[in-house]
């Protein structure tokens, strides 16, 4: 019962209170106190009154995240990338299923720099919602930075998986093919990029790589301190 965790213990004393009226008016009906229509009434007007008390702190808390993520938004924007930290772990502490949450936390650790504790920002986020493409997409960029490349492979394999429309992967899976030397693969990436493009100008960014693309390994590492043209990454909300 991951909502009455979150209601705090005083309240989940109250809310087993409230539980167990129906048991204590069906005693007072084997006792004969009250007749039977009595105990069924009162039985029911009870748990009706545990629902709504217990639909209006789920509504409250959703009220008090919603606050506490404005509030860490106005502190990322100020730059304070320690003090959002510290309210996205208050937010995650009180809602174990806040992937945004987890993703602002990681965004705040990039930057930092921290890629790090980024990339276990990320996947915590990642447990928390798998079939997320931009969470994924963070946390391959991450993994790419720390020269991660296979974990960074998989990051930007699994985002095609879950949505082949989803252009920046197909750049990164092609830098990292052309990297390694497998020009076949580097090619179908980008390729794969082209087909789904729209954008003349970025077309011809990568027809430009397809065409450099060679059948050894690159002799130039890849550049970490860039991302790929038209990759913007901010906190998702």
């Given at each position: 019962?991951?909502?009455?965790?979150?209601?705090?213990?005083?309240?989940v004393?109250?809310?087993?209170?409230?539980l167990?009226?129906?048991?204590?008016?069906?005693?007072?009906?084997?006792?004969?106190?009250?007749?039977?229509?009595?105990?069924?009434?009162?039985?029911?007007?009870?748990?009706?009154?545990?629902?709504?008390n217990?639909?209006?702190?789920?509504?409250?808390?959703?009220?008090k995240?919603?606050?506490?993520?404005?509030?860490?938004?106005?502190?990322?924007?100020?730059?304070?990338?320690?003090?959002?930290?510290?309210?996205?772990?208050?937010?995650?502490?009180?809602n174990?299923?806040?992937y945004?949450?987890?993703?602002?936390?990681?965004?705040?650790?990039?930057?930092?720099?921290?890629?790090?504790?980024?990339i276990?920002?990320?996947?915590?986020?990642?447990?928390?919602?798998?079939?997320?493409?931009?969470?994924?997409?963070?946390?391959?960029?991450?993994?790419?930075?720390?020269?991660?490349?296979?974990?960074?492979?998989?990051?930007?394999?699994?985002i095609?998986?879950?949505?082949?429309?989803?252009?920046?992967?197909?750049?990164?899976?092609?830098?990292?093919?052309?990297?390694?030397?497998?020009?076949?693969?580097?090619?179908?990436?980008?390729?794969?990029?082209?087909?789904?493009?729209?954008?003349?100008?970025?077309?011809?960014?990568?027809?430009?790589?397809?065409?450099?693309?060679?059948?050894?390994?690159?002799?130039?590492?890849l550049?970490?301190?860039?991302?790929?043209?038209?990759?913007?990454?901010?906190?998702?909300?």
């Open positions: 019962m991951p909502a009455l965790k979150r209601l705090g213990l005083v309240k004393l109250y809310f087993l209170l409230l167990l009226i129906p048991a204590v008016l069906i005693f007072l009906y084997v006792d004969k106190t009250i007749d039977l229509a009595s105990c069924i009434v009162l039985s029911i007007a009870s748990l009706v009154f545990f629902g709504l217990l639909h209006d702190q789920k509504k409250i808390l959703i009220m995240e919603k606050k506490m993520m404005e509030k860490a938004e106005v502190l990322i924007q100020k730059r304070e990338w320690n003090q959002a930290i510290q309210l996205f772990n208050e937010i995650i502490l009180m174990s299923h806040s945004k949450a987890a993703m602002g936390k990681g965004y705040c650790f990039r930057q930092k720099t921290d890629y790090i504790a980024a276990d920002s990320y996947k915590q986020a990642v447990k928390m919602k798998k079939d997320v493409p931009e969470i994924h997409f963070l946390l391959g960029i991450c993994y790419f930075k720390e020269r991660m490349m296979k974990e960074s492979l998989t990051s930007f394999e699994t095609i998986a879950l949505n082949p429309d989803y252009l920046d992967a197909y750049i990164f899976l092609g830098d990292l093919h052309q990297f390694w030397g497998d020009a076949d693969l580097a090619k179908k990436y980008y390729k794969g990029y082209l087909s789904r493009c729209n954008d003349d100008k970025m077309k011809a960014t990568i027809e430009e790589k397809v065409n450099s693309v060679s059948n050894g390994p690159d002799t130039e590492e550049e970490y301190d860039k991302e790929p043209a038209g990759i913007s990454i901010e906190i998702q909300n």
